[in-house]
């Protein structure tokens, strides 16, 4: 027997369907050689119907991207939830933060496509979860003495600045050694003011 879905329900099997074949096309074809006909193609819904739950293709991407950003906080999230130690806590995130950029779509949506899609103030919108967390793990290890900095805010947009920099350069190759080495810069980095 077939449960008849009510109208919201249909809408979000809509909205996820879109989303799921959406990422896929981005992150293996790129922003720029998807269209939207191929969204739609196999999902049986119209392109209206994709307007209707997104404006447009950069809407589709938005979200797509928005998606992957709270992915990758909750990445970080459960590697530094298991250590007690804050000093743990900040340099294993800001590792976790930089292996996700070798991690198959989260690589090339968030490092290589969404820069050269999205406008950089959408970008710090994206991330200002991420940010918030690393600038709480850094004001933990201020309170606790174990880093030395003039000021914990201005440290975490120092770290955040290095561990994006990092993570794009650590994104443009597969080699694990590009990995442990920008791994290695942000812990001396953050040593470096223990």
């Keep these: 027997m077939s449960v008849k879905l009510t109208k919201a329900e249909q809408t979000l099997r809509t909205r996820r369907a879109i989303l799921e074949r959406s990422r896929h096309l981005f992150a293996t074809k790129g922003y720029a050689a998807t269209g939207t006909e191929e969204i739609i193609n196999g999902l049986g819904i119209t392109r209206g119907a994709l307007y209707h739950q997104f404006k447009d293709k950069l809407g589709v991407f938005k979200a797509v991207v928005a998606e992957a950003y709270d992915e990758m906080t909750q990445y970080i999230i459960a590697k530094v939830q298991p250590i007690e130690d804050p000093w743990e806590q900040l340099v294993v995130g800001c590792q976790a933060f930089l292996e996700i950029a070798q991690q198959g779509d989260l690589r090339r949506l968030v490092y290589i496509e969404a820069p050269a899609v999205l406008a950089a103030d959408t970008l710090v919108e994206f991330d200002q979860y991420g940010f918030s ?59 470096h003011h223990r």
């Design 133 to 191: 967390l690393l600038y709480q793990a850094i004001q933990a290890v201020v309170q606790e003495g174990k880093l030395n900095t003039i000021d914990a805010e201005g440290f975490a947009h120092l770290v955040n600045g290095s561990l994006n920099e990092l993570a794009a350069w650590v994104a443009q190759s597969k080699d694990p050694e590009r990995l442990k080495t920008a791994q290695i810069l942000v812990e001396t980095l953050l040593n």
